[in-house]
């Protein structure tokens, strides 16, 4: 059987609120970073929607190499000089992260198949997709025993309490968004969709000004969200789905300030036609660790409009 040619699906977890319980399960820090797949034979990097990220950091792929012709499953994510994740960085070019002291790192949580030599010297391809996760894991753990540099294997343990230790604001600063549980006898989809893997990212409940609607003035598709971090710094971004409750209790409290903008307010990372709104209506959201560039990239859920 002839290994997986790139670029592969990959697994998705589901999303949950609580880690589950049960000697099953086994527990990861969910990183902040791009999500990515190394296939050594075919000398490739890509991301998880099968763009070819190869060139971009070659250092990753020769530092999986070390490890045999594998392929790996993981994260890349890009260390600043204190310690912490910093995924602004991955963005830029490799004189600016050396000039920064930025490392970027392939941080591998998965082995999904890999060449071996049997006792004449021939290689056989051995596809480990149809394996339990704790073989996939206990075999990933032979062959990065040790190994340091460019690619790292991320910590996994069967303690809930550690688990839940990730979900964190402290963790959460660093660039730990929360924890991934995964099925110790769970197999890998061959063809992407849901693993038996569930994802439990932490939140933090937040205040944020209204500064702009997608959509209706009374009936917004979307609110252009001010979001102030504990420095005082303003942070931009897109609220989620909005529900009956919080767009009835808008109507009517929306003012327009100026004429349809078509660029992003800073921070956003993606251009919109959007209204601006006078900055008078206050709502509670919810915001993760996931940010760039004074801004969230992940669409922010409102919980309730604030009293005027």
């Known amino acids: 059987m002839p290994l997986p040619d790139p670029p592969l699906k990959l697994a998705e977890a ?26 050594v034979p075919a000398g490739v990097l890509h991301s ?12 990753l792929v020769e530092a999986a190499a070390e490890l045999g012709e594998v392929v790996l499953d993981g994260e890349i994510v890009a260390y600043s000089p204190g310690g912490g994740l910093d995924y602004d960085a991955l ?26 030599r049997d006792a004449r010297g021939r290689r056989r391809a051995v596809d480990l997709r149809d394996r339990p996760y704790d073989e996939r ?20 343990t069967s303690d809930r309490a550690r688990g839940e230790a990730w979900v964190s604001e402290q963790q959460a600063a660093v660039g730990i968004e929360g924890c991934l549980a995964k099925a110790g006898p769970g197999r890998y989809p061959k063809h992407g969709g849901r693993a038996r893997w569930l994802k439990v990212k932490f939140w933090d409940d937040r205040d944020a000004v ?3 609607v997608l959509g209706a003035l009374n009936s917004p598709t979307a609110l252009v969200l001010a979001v102030a971090d504990d420095d005082g710094h303003l942070r931009t971004g897109l609220s989620a789905t909005l529900s009956s409750r919080v767009l009835a209790t808008l109507r009517g409290r929306l003012r327009p300030a100026g004429r349809l903008a078509v660029s992003a307010p800073a921070g956003l990372g993606e251009q919109i036609s959007y209204l601006p709104v006078r900055p008078d209506v206050v ?26």
Not at 14 to 39: C, Q, S
Not at 92 to 111: E, H, N, Q, S, Y
């Open 14 to 39: 589901e999303k949950a609120t609580v880690l589950p319980a049960g000697p099953d399960w086994r527990f990861e820090p969910k990183l902040d970073g791009f999500r990515g797949a190394i296939h």
């Open 91 to 116: 963005m830029w070019g490799p004189k600016r992260r050396r000039d920064a002291g930025i490392t970027v790192v392939f941080v591998a949580f998965d082995l999904l198949a890999e060449q071996v």
């Open 48 to 59: 998880r929607n099968g763009a070819d990220l190869t060139r971009r950091y070659p250092r």
């Open 210 to 212: 209204i500064i702009g």
């Open 137 to 156: 894991r206990a075999r990933l753990d032979e062959l990065a025993a040790g190994h340091r540099g460019a690619v790292q294997l991320i910590p996994s």
């Open 283 to 308: 709502v509670e959201c919810r915001v993760d660790a996931a940010r760039f560039a004074g801004g969230f990239r992940h669409r922010l859920p409102v919980q309730r409009v604030k009293p005027r």
